[in-house]
């Protein structure tokens, strides 16, 4: 398949700034796979390559499949769980055209998608989930709007290097994205509880930072048959495992060797304030909060503060994880059992997404939690004053 496209595809906004671990949405014995059938049709003229793409989440994780358009007619058949997002793509034939992507929701059974060749238009029918979706994207079209700008200045300060300018564009598409979450994720779930995509919706509010505070309570409001579905016992797990790693709870003890395969314990901090950062030398966003995390260290270390480094790297690239920690210049503690997003640590702590940290006091209780840039400044400073 073209390289090009399934990247393009890919391509998620709000995951921006984190390096994500997506997991195969595995289906339990109570809520089986069932088939899907999803007939399109395209109207108007030909303006795109001959084959159409889908994306979608199933039984062994993520699904690509293509379909060729025949006089204006493609079909796709799978099998899904639960209501479940699905992504359409076409490539238009002209070199200086962007991809075609529409969002549609697949439910088992069999559904009809007609659009315009150029997207435009599209309805769907047969599918109650994709109606309460509609109904969704209408209450976030003024927040889709304004992130969609954003996104393509965020882009443009990416390609000219300008970092200062790219970070202030990250803390208002950060800020954008919250309130979006609060006044149209929450309020939908509040105010329309039970729908087909209510699941979806409470996953796209959860984001990958769990508040069990926040999202126990309306997984607990969901309906018996949807608390069943893969991708909500899969919530449960992480809501589970975000209760031992909320702020005022103790850290969990783990030993791990460091660079020179010495094993290092989490208790022979105790007495100092401690940043446990989760990162790994091929994560991107990771190695562009190092120097963030470079100049709290110098800043602070000689106010009873450390860093524990828990590197996610691949096993046998060692030298990727040492290259990494010299050229960054990060001169604390670091410990890896080089087994990716298996790291022994990574799954103790329920990590599914770096960079991710947690601040500890000189108890071992859990004080902070995702501190990035100045705000782990501001963190530090006044309770390290």
Not at 135 to 143: C, D, I, N
Request: aromatic share 10%; net charge positive; hydrophobic share 40%.
């Amino acid at each position: 398949m073209d390289a090009i496209l399934v990247a393009q595809f890919n391509y998620m906004p709000r995951f921006l700034t984190c390096c994500l671990l997506f997991l195969a949405a595995t289906a339990s014995a109570q809520t089986q796979s069932r088939p899907f059938t999803l007939n399109g049709q395209l109207r108007g003229p030909d303006t795109f390559i001959g084959k159409i793409l889908i994306q979608y989440r199933g039984e062994q994780g993520w699904k690509m499949d293509s379909a060729t358009v025949r006089e204006g007619l493609f079909s796709f058949t799978g099998k899904v769980a639960e209501p479940t997002m699905a992504r359409l793509m076409m490539r238009p034939k002209r070199a200086d055209a962007k991809n075609i992507i529409e969002s549609v929701f697949l439910m088992p059974g069999t559904q009809r998608v007609r659009m315009q060749s150029n997207g435009k238009n599209m309805r769907v029918f047969g599918s109650d989930a994709h109606r309460a979706y509609r109904k969704l994207k209408k209450k976030s079209a003024p927040y889709d709007k304004q992130y969609e700008s954003l996104i393509e200045q965020y882009q443009a300060y990416g390609k000219a290097k300008e970092k200062e300018k790219q970070a202030a564009v990250e803390a208002q598409l950060d800020s954008i994205d919250e309130v979006r979450k609060q006044k149209v994720y929450r309020t939908f779930l509040v105010e329309t509880p039970n729908t087909p995509i209510s699941p979806y919706v409470l996953q796209e509010y959860a984001g990958w930072d769990i508040d069990p505070r926040q999202i126990e309570p309306l997984y607990n409001a969901l309906a018996p048959y949807e608390k069943q579905y893969p991708s909500m016992q899969e919530m449960k797990q992480s809501i589970d495992m975000a209760k031992l790693t909320q702020i005022g709870a103790p850290a969990m003890e783990f030993v791990q060797n460091d660079t020179l395969d010495k094993p290092v314990a989490l208790s022979s901090f105790r007495g100092k304030y401690l940043l446990i950062d989760f990162w790994a030398s091929w994560c991107g966003p990771c190695r562009a909060e190092n120097p963030n995390v470079v100049k709290a260290f110098q800043k602070f270390q000689s106010k009873n503060f450390h860093i524990l480094g828990v590197s996610l790297d691949r096993a046998g690239q060692k030298d990727k994880w040492m290259k990494a920690i010299h050229d960054d210049g990060l001169t604390w503690t670091q410990v890896s059992d080089l087994k990716f997003w298996n790291n022994t640590v990574a799954v103790q702590y329920g990590i599914r997404a770096i960079p991710q940290n947690l601040l500890l006091d000189p108890n071992g209780i859990i004080v902070g939690k995702n501190l990035r840039g100045e705000k782990l400044m501001s963190t530090l400073e006044g309770m390290l004053k």
